[in-house]
């Protein structure tokens, strides 16, 4: 057995089920919301901590920003016996009726990244389990949340987002954007895993709004958006109690 060179674990050290943020800062917060924590490997951006909830053993693993990473977190778990992984991160609003703090269920993700060509050719489409879309809906509706459910797009350049990319990504009926479900989608598929995503809205690109206003990192969020990642654990949390 080969430990992973950017995780920094072996086969045997994570569960089938592994919910994968993209902030290291919120594997603490997810780990808090389960009945038991304990760290595995902190390298880079990834942290990794082998938690249980209600009686389901998991993986958190943080994978950074943006769909290189995110692919390398994926490789590296599905290596070691990673079954079935879900993205509890943050999303841009592209539809003017979504609010900060709303949260979204991704069936699908074009890929505007690179990360994906270097897999498959770009007409493959993303696009998550359905067990896994079928677990977070029913955990929203459980939980008395709502969700939009719908297509998202994965962009890799979040300084390069201009005025035309987002007209025309909502013109498509695109609900939000983020950076690394693409990949997770696509790596998932083409490995025999399940994969989902679930996010919180932090901003609304179509309204003029956008995260990173705040004064510290910890306020990078807008409050609305802050308060309601606990709601996003949650269901992520639930989800993977059922799919485990």
């Known amino acids: ?72 977190a994926l490789e590296e778990l599905a290596a070691v016996g990673v079954e079935t992984v879900i993205r509890p991160g943050t999303i841009g609003a592209l539809q003017s009726e979504i609010d900060i703090g709303d949260m979204v269920v991704a069936t699908a993700a074009a890929k505007e990244e690179g990360t994906t060509k270097r897999y498959e050719r770009a007409e493959y489409p993303a696009v998550p389990d359905f067990e896994v879309t079928r677990a977070l809906i029913d955990a929203a509706e459980v939980a008395d949340e709502s969700v939009h459910v719908g297509p998202v797009v994965t962009d890799d350049a979040f300084y390069a987002e201009t005025d035309d990319y987002v007209d025309d990504w909502a013109a498509a009926g695109l609900l939000a954007v983020e950076m690394e479900a693409a990949a ?61």
């Open 184 to 244: 997770l989608f696509t790596l998932a598929r083409r490995k025999g895993l399940r994969a989902g995503a679930v996010c919180t809205v932090d901003g609304n690109l179509v309204e003029g709004t956008q995260k990173g206003s705040g004064d510290t990192a910890e306020n990078e969020l807008p409050p609305k958006a802050r308060n309601n990642v606990e709601r996003m654990i949650g269901l992520a949390l639930d989800a993977a109690a059922t799919l485990g």
């Open 1 to 72: 057995m080969t430990v992973q060179p950017h995780l920094r674990v072996d086969e045997g050290d994570v569960r089938d089920v592994a919910l994968l943020p993209g902030d290291p800062g919120r594997v603490e917060r997810i780990a808090a919301a389960c009945d038991t924590a304990t760290d595995l490997a902190h390298n880079r951006e990834y942290r990794l901590v082998d938690a249980e909830y209600e009686g389901v053993p998991l993986t958190i693993c943080s994978t950074g920003v943006g769909s290189p990473s995110a692919a390398i």
